[in-house]
């Protein structure tokens, strides 16, 4: 249950107005996944400003996501005490991170789809589930996947990450019980058209218990699949 200020919160959300952003500074109380910054298509100084709202005003883990290196530089400049993922391009301040419960195991089908599997994973950690990662075990060499498997069915949710044809998700929705979250990576050469195959194919399995996010959406993967992890840890 939220505690008392918690539901005054709840009543009345805050918003903190910077002029050119409105912060919903009770996100995380009212959904259990504080507001996240998009930091791709904003001016920098825009995303060192309203990260350095979000540390000032709440209580919430910080969480960037989609920042370069010019737009990390300028939190860093203005914030201390965030750590980063180049690779995730993410940056993040814990605050108040749920002791661990439940896991994840995350599947990419090759070494091409690591910044999607990263964003997945930070997220999942920050959310506070344990997190299994498998990586490069693509249908190109089926018999990879093997090696995965322990991982995949004693977890609670399984995240697969995978372009070009992404006929992984498909393979590890019949070999696991878990909920299948796939995430359709903007890997592969020409047709591939920047993930939209991949999305159609995921889109189109045949395998029970697979749900598919947007193209290369680590972070809403990583929401849906922490929920569901640690509900079926309690």
Avoid at 39 to 61: F, Q, Y
Wanted: net charge negative; hydrophobic share 50%; charged share 20%.
């Amino acid at each position: 249950m939220p505690a008392d200020d918690d539901v005054e919160r709840l009543a009345v959300p805050p918003i903190l107005d910077l002029g050119f952003a409105r912060l919903d500074t009770a996100r995380g109380v009212r959904q259990g996944v504080p507001e996240a910054v998009l930091a791709e298509g904003k001016r920098p100084e825009h995303v060192a400003a309203i990260v350095a709202g979000l540390v000032e005003e709440g209580s919430e883990t910080v969480i960037v996501t989609r920042a370069d290196e010019v737009a990390r530089a300028a939190v860093r400049a203005a914030v201390d005490g965030l750590e980063e993922d180049a690779e995730a391009r993410m940056m993040w301040l814990r605050r108040g991170v749920p002791q661990p419960a439940g896991t994840v195991a995350i599947v990419s089908a090759g070494t091409s789809d690591g910044a999607v599997v990263r964003e997945v994973a930070v997220t999942c950690e920050l959310l506070g589930t344990n997190v299994a990662i498998q990586q490069d075990v693509g249908v190109a060499g089926l018999h990879r996947l093997a090696v995965a498997l322990p991982d995949l069915r004693a977890a609670d949710c399984v995240v697969v990450a995978a372009g070009q044809d992404a006929a992984l998700a498909s393979v590890v929705g019949g070999l696991v019980a878990a909920p299948v979250i796939a995430v359709p990576t903007s890997v592969g050469y020409g047709v591939a058209s920047g993930g939209q195959v991949a999305l159609m194919s995921m889109l189109a399995s045949c395998a029970p218990g697979v749900a598919v996010v947007n193209i290369d959406d680590g972070f809403g993967a990583a929401t849906v699949a922490s929920r569901i992890a640690r509900a079926a840890a309690r």
